[in-house]
């Protein structure tokens, strides 16, 4: 051995014997990658949402969100009872109403299309999760979400600016809306609204009513976004003018998003929810850290659809992108995820 090979082997064991910590050793087989895991994901975190409409025997795609579909009552006992035995827990609705009006009274009413459908569920899986997802922007005839100021109407302020979201007369109707759905058999409602004091409203409403065991999970930060446009698609809810910035969140603000939650902490609330997922994995985080509630992540309908359209053009894999997308947002503090993967989430890690 030459004296040069000799003085490289001397530096290579004398590296050897500094360099102590190596962390590839944890990744150099699948067994030990599996053995130090520090997340997972499972059927049990996820809870799949459904859009329902009035009708009958319709199974409608929604052409911005590949797979998805709106349903109709007689055709939710088979995708139901489907959705519980892959071994997921919980559902959340979305209603598409026969007739919309100013103040969303199908919301509010017990032949609703969401209080009927809630008795349908409950009757063809009564193990699953119900949870109503309690907003009036699916049931306005403008798409807000809420009483909008307007001149004839019974709650017309005058001082008030005309297309103002009337905050505190929409906590009455929210409030109302809730025991509607408490009755029905809804085990969560879940106020996405982001109306002030949603939460202490329906809390009240639900508690007064005698539905002190029905849950509430609130959209405590949801976000102003983008990404809701295929979902607005999908439940028919576009608003009619404006948009929802004036009650939604700037999805500039974390401070104010963590204020958020901290206002709906001290309401009553006894999960949250952050909306939408990615684009907020920093606000999920930070609430993971400060607060000790069960946290949701909605991975929303935008998300979703970037990545079916990147793989349908052959530049994305949709079964990884989706599942690391899935594991980053438990691994920032999720402990329940929101995700039209979920169905096909689950059949994939039966697989793996």
């Given at each position: 051995m030459s004296e040069l090979s000799m003085e490289a082997n001397e530096?290579?064991?004398?590296s050897a014997l500094r360099m102590r910590a190596r962390p590839r050793r944890l990744r150099l087989s699948p067994?030990?990658?599996?053995?130090?895991?520090?997340n997972a994901l499972s059927p049990a975190d996820f809870i799949y949402p459904l859009f329902i409409r009035h009708g009958s025997d319709l199974q409608?795609?929604?052409?911005?969100?590949?797979?998805?579909?709106?349903?109709?009552?007689?055709?939710?006992p088979a995708e139901v009872q489907a959705i519980a035995a892959l071994g997921i827990r919980a559902v959340i609705l979305f209603g598409i109403p026969a007739r919309k009006d100013l103040c969303g009274s199908d919301n509010f009413s017990d032949s609703g299309i969401i209080p009927r459908a809630i008795r349908v569920i409950k009757d063809a899986a009564p193990d699953l999760v119900v949870i109503s997802d309690m907003c009036f922007c699916e049931y306005t005839d403008h798409g807000h979400c809420g009483l909008i100021n307007t001149p004839g109407s019974v709650h017309f302020d005058p001082n008030l600016p005309l297309?103002?979201?009337?905050?505190?007369?929409?906590?009455?109707?929210l409030g109302r809306a809730s025991v509607v759905h408490a009755r029905a058999g809804a085990d969560i409602i879940a106020p996405s609204g982001m109306i002030d004091g949603m939460v202490a409203a329906i809390r009240d409403s639900l508690d007064i009513e005698g539905f002190t065991r029905v849950a509430v999970m609130s959209y405590a930060t949801k976000m102003a976004s983008?990404?809701?446009?295929p979902f607005r698609d999908a439940a028919e809810s576009p608003p009619s003018f404006g948009d929802r910035k004036q009650y939604q969140l700037d999805p500039a603000n974390r401070r104010e998003a963590m204020r958020e939650i901290a206002l709906d902490v001290k309401q009553g609330a006894d999960m949250l929810l952050v909306k939408p997922a990615l684009p907020c994995l920093d606000i999920l985080s930070e609430a993971r850290r400060q607060v000790d509630l069960p946290l949701a992540a909605y991975q929303v309908s935008g998300e979703y659809a970037m990545v079916h359209a990147a793989a349908m053009q052959g530049w994305l894999d949709l079964e990884a992108v989706a599942l690391e997308q899935l594991?980053?947002?438990?691994?920032?503090?999720?402990?329940m995820i929101i995700s039209y993967f979920a169905k096909?989430?689950?059949?994939?890690?039966a697989r793996a």
């Open positions: 530096a290579a064991r004398a067994a030990m990658r599996d053995l130090v895991r520090e409608l795609p929604i052409e911005s969100m590949p797979g998805q579909y709106q349903w109709t009552l007689d055709r939710l297309g103002y979201l009337l905050n505190d007369a929409t906590l009455e109707l983008v990404m809701y446009s594991i980053s947002i438990k691994r920032a503090g999720a402990d096909d989430a689950v059949s994939w890690l």
